[in-house]
């Protein structure tokens, strides 16, 4: 009884959130395909004559949309809607729970995109008619990272990324360092026994053969 009215009690909390995951999959999907088909022409702002009809896939909206996203963090935008559809999916089933329950590592991982397409616009497209890492990248290398340098950054970026899968993925790495480190431990140990051992049967080997030359002396001695 008291099962049931607990899987009773939790229904609603699953039927609101199904319903979430399908809006944002939907959302996810629908922003993608704005992005891949995104045309700067296709916006009035950037040029006197835009496209008429516009190329993008989800007409003047999703030119705007592409417009915006791709303004705001450049390259990285294309993230967005990825890190979307995972939360949405997670929503959805108990195997992606992990974006679910751990969104604000998705969007760490965006913003460090953002700020990686910023700092090596040199060998990224531009979007959107702006700068690789767009807006958000250019704010974060602008205060931010800037103060330790390019090395710096991108070892806070490579860093940063490593942090943010291990956390997104539930991989235990502390965990598994101290389970190898104790099994390098005991298998030293099991070596430094193995040594011992041996070492005491050659001792042993050497007191008897000894032993057995002090006889083979005694016996010529006597003859």
Known sequence: MGRQANREEKSPVQ???DWIGLVLVALA?????ALLSYDRLDVRTNTARPNDPVHNWIGPIGAW???ISFFLFG???F???VSTLLYGVGCLTDAFSFARRRWPWLGLLVLVSAAFCDLNAGLLPTVAGGDSGGLTGKLLNGYLFRFIGPVGS???FASLYVLSLLALSDFQLFD?????????RQAAEASLDEEVRLQRKAQQLEKEARR???????ERTAR
């Open 29 to 33: 999907l629908v922003w993608l395909l």
């Open 212 to 218: 057995l030359q002090e006889i083979v002396d005694r």
């Open 15 to 17: 039927g609101r959130r």
């Open 79 to 81: 993230l967005l809607p």
């Open 65 to 67: 949309w592409g417009e």
């Open 75 to 77: 390259a990285a935008a």
């Open 154 to 156: 991108m070892t806070a």
């Open 176 to 184: 598994w360092i101290r389970a190898w480190w104790e099994r390098r």
